[in-house]
């Protein structure tokens, strides 16, 4: 079944200990993004990557970091987690060559929270 | 820059009445793409439709419709008959088709069918 597959569904973590979010694709896409969800603000883009080795900054990329050694997998990093960095988190992945303009496919989302 | 409106944050209606979810969009590119995406309470992402900046024609898919007007930077969701299982969070996107391809988000609507 083609997904993406984030872990864990739920964090609840300490100010300053570091954390990885996985995500994890199974349609050998070269798009993968990371999104943060806040109420009555929507999604915002964090970091994406349009292949291998290959990322960029999003709207709000403070805080994060990211990888893409594989084509699989895009792990989200928070080196010192904050409690402004309590949100939702989705993962998402598109088809080749197209990046964003394509349907987005979207892991099941991680809520974090930071206290 | 790209810019997506949502004035709608919250709608209620009864069951079988039929509602309009509004997108107002702002960019400068010639060329661009066009998202809705549901978010039910179970908080998953669900891709509805994808249109292109050339393709004007009105779209229906079931009780679904959607109504592209470049004149007025709008893409305009409504559902007719609405249903309980229609409650959810609705995203307007938009996507450029820049090397760096971005979907920046709308704020969302969110819309309680009530029985």
């Known amino acids: 079944e083609a997904q993406v597959t984030q872990n864990p569904r739920y964090l609840i973590t300490v100010t300053g200990k570091k954390l990885t979010v996985t995500c994890s694709q199974n349609m050998n896409h070269e798009y993968m993004s990371w999104y943060r969800q806040d109420p009555g603000l929507g999604l915002r883009q964090i970091y994406y990557?349009?292949?291998?080795?290959?990322?960029d900054k999003g709207d709000v990329p403070e805080g994060y970091k990211v990888s893409r050694k594989e084509k699989r997998n895009f792990p989200l990093i928070l080196e010192s987690p904050s409690p402004n960095q309590t949100s939702l988190y989705f993962c998402?992945?598109?088809?080749?060559?197209?990046?964003?303009?394509?349907?987005?496919?979207f892991g099941s989302g991680t809520q974090l929270s930071v206290l | 820059a790209q810019k997506v409106t949502q004035a709608q944050t919250e709608i209620s209606v009864v069951e079988k009445e039929d509602v309009t979810l509004d997108c107002v969009y702002e960019?400068?590119?010639?060329?661009?793409?066009l998202f809705w995406y549901k978010q039910p309470p179970s908080g998953e992402l669900v891709f509805l439709i994808r249109r292109n900046s050339f393709d004007e024609q009105n779209e229906i898919s079931g009780r679904y419709s959607w109504n592209f007007q470049k004149s007025t930077s709008s893409f305009n969701f409504t559902i007719t008959a609405s249903q309980v299982v229609d409650s959810a969070v609705y995203f307007c996107a938009l996507s450029d088709t820049g090397a760096n391809s971005k979907l920046t988000f709308g704020k969302g609507i969110t819309l309680s069918v009530r029985p």
């Open positions: 960019t400068r590119d010639t060329t661009y793409y």
């Open positions: 998402a992945s598109s088809s080749p060559r197209q990046g964003a303009n394509e349907k987005l496919f």
């Open positions: 990557s349009m292949n291998v080795e290959v990322t």
